[in-house]
């Protein structure tokens, strides 16, 4: 089998580590592929292409904005035109089925092509300022910040990366990009697509192994300026810690518990297909999910018997032949997710449907879950408070409006949140009431490039996508000009 390189300075290098990284297909246990791993050695190297091509050479950097805007375009429409090659690769790297794959490489381009047209858009304000230095013009512009390490999960592969990529490249900044060791085919083909697309030699680097090692060094290293990462809660706590070494710029993406908070004045069919999207969409692996289904009493049972009919019904098989759900992203992710169901049954909570691994007919020797769904679920329970980050949703009952904003507010997380009523008022009101970056009323899960995306609480620092997306990766710098001349005389002795 041909080994992948990983690109740096410009160049696909074998690496230096002597390790080969194997992609599995979730679906068929099969490996689908060789990647040579990177060594820490070829990390620095890729630091110091990419402190080279932003301090010395600068042509990136000091590229104007339409040119930079006009590179970027370029990159979209080559990710458009491989929009079928790379939406297949992700589907039997990561286990999504192919249209969910389709849309995340859909929504890259769009991406791109978003923050192409935003650098071409005025960033920088003029301020009005007080006489006691003279005649003074004060303004400000926007710089990249420099190097910039971007590290990110497995669950949206492709799109996380473009995510990060995008705005960061567009800002001009150099980037060291470091995939998920589990999902790493997509950032191949996207560094090919770099490369064709005449990005400068050092500005983009692709760099491969474990986060322990690989990841820690970007998050180490004094020669980087910024890190941004999307991935668990607890190690973004360590990348911040990581980080302060060189008090360096930081972008986090974290982890989620999301309430999906039902009233009983609620469309109770669009509630059951919104929640079934919430949790199930790519298997219940998006940080975002709605995994706490948090419901109106007097409605639960005729809710909980619908999604448990509809989930029941759910197809699963080969992504590639687009089922309602694919395969969770490894044997060691699958094997986690079913931990926590045997921890739900022993906490007492009560299983409606699903709870086991299915191994049906060409499913047998992948790693699929079947969509789970536990009802009577108490606050204290630790399927309630953690992250499971697969097909797995608790559902717990309110009897009053501040009921339902104490359940919903009641983990660690603040990262997203859906409220289902007719009452708009009360929408209004109960979605200003909880604690999270991102929020739907009555729908569950639309992103879009134009909107910022993060979390509050333990889900994250910063934002990405929109305009603060491209925000995170520049310097702010304020210019006061004298337009007076000499000192003025209260500043004399
Ligand atoms: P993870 O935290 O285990 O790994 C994420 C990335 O960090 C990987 O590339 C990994 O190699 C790297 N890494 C691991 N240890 C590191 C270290 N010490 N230093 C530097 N890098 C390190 O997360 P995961 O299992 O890949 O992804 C699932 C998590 O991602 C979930 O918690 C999910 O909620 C979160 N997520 C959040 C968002 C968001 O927008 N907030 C989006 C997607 C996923």
Not at 207 to 215: L, M
Not at 301 to 322: C, E, H, I, Q, W
Not at 435 to 455: D, H, K, M, Q
């Amino acid at each position: 089998m041909k080994k992948n390189k990983t690109f740096i300075n410009g160049s696909w290098i074998e690496g230096t580590s002597g390790k080969t990284l194997q992609s599995v297909n979730p679906a068929t246990g099969d490996v689908i592929a060789e990647v040579q791993e990177n060594s820490l050695e070829d990390v620095e190297q890729a630091i110091q292409a990419a402190k080279e091509s932003f301090y010395v050479t600068r042509e990136w950097r000091d590229m104007d904005v339409q040119s930079r805007s006009d590179v970027l375009l370029k990159i979209a429409d080559m990710v458009e035109e491989r929009l079928e090659d790379i939406a297949e690769t992700e589907s039997m790297d990561n286990g999504k089925p192919l249209r969910e794959a389709e849309a995340d490489v859909d929504d890259a381009v769009h991406c791109f092509r978003y923050y192409a047209g935003l650098i071409r858009t005025p960033q920088s304000g003029v301020y009005g300022v007080n006489s006691n230095f003279g005649a003074m013009h004060s303004y400000t512009v926007h710089e990249p910040v420099g190097v910039c390490g971007l590290i990110t999960p497995w669950n949206f592969p492709f799109l996380m990366g473009i995510w990060k990529m995008a705005p960061a490249l567009a800002a001009g900044n150099s980037i060291i990009f470091k995939p998920s060791s589990d999902t790493v085919l997509s950032a191949i083909k996207m560094f090919e697509i770099f490369e064709k697309a005449g990005l400068p030699k050092g500005v983009a680097n692709l760099v491969i192994g474990p986060g322990s090692t690989v990841g820690s060094l970007l998050a180490e290293s004094k020669d980087v300026d910024m890190i941004t990462f999307t991935g668990s809660t607890a190690v973004g706590q360590n990348i911040m810690r990581a980080a302060a070494g060189n008090v360096k710029k930081i972008g986090l993406e974290l982890g989620g518990k999301s309430p999906n908070v039902i009233f009983a004045d609620a469309d109770l069919d669009a509630a059951v297909e919104w929640a079934m999207i919430g949790i199930f969409f790519n298997q219940g692996e998006v940080c975002c999910a709605g995994s706490r289904i948090i419901i109106e009493k007097s409605i639960k049972d005729k809710f909980v018997k619908r999604l448990s009919g509809r989930a029941n019904r759910m197809t699963l098989g080969n992504p590639l032949n687009n089922p309602d759900m694919g395969p969770l992203v490894s044997k060691k992710h699958m094997q986690d997710v079913l931990a926590y169901i045997e921890i739900g049954k022993q906490e007492g909570a009560k299983l409606v449907c699903g709870g086991y691994r299915y191994e049906e007919g060409e499913c047998a020797k992948g790693y699929f879950v079947c969509p789970t769904i536990f009802d009577e679920c108490t606050r204290n329970m630790r399927i309630v408070q953690e992250e499971i980050f697969g097909p797995v949703v608790v559902i717990q009952t309110f009897e009053t409006e501040e009921e339902a904003i104490v359940l919903a507010n009641d983990t660690i997380y603040g990262l997203a949140g859906a409220v289902f009523t007719n009452d708009a008022t009360k929408a209004i009101r109960v979605i200003k009431e909880i604690r999270a970056g991102i929020t739907w009323v009555n729908c569950y899960n639309p992103a879009f490039s134009e909107a910022p995306w993060g979390g509050y609480k333990m889900s994250g620092i910063g934002r990405e996508l929109g305009v603060h997306g491209l925000e995170e990766y520049q310097e702010v710098k304020q210019i006061n000009m004298s337009l007076a001349s000499g000192i003025p005389g209260w500043y004399k002795n």
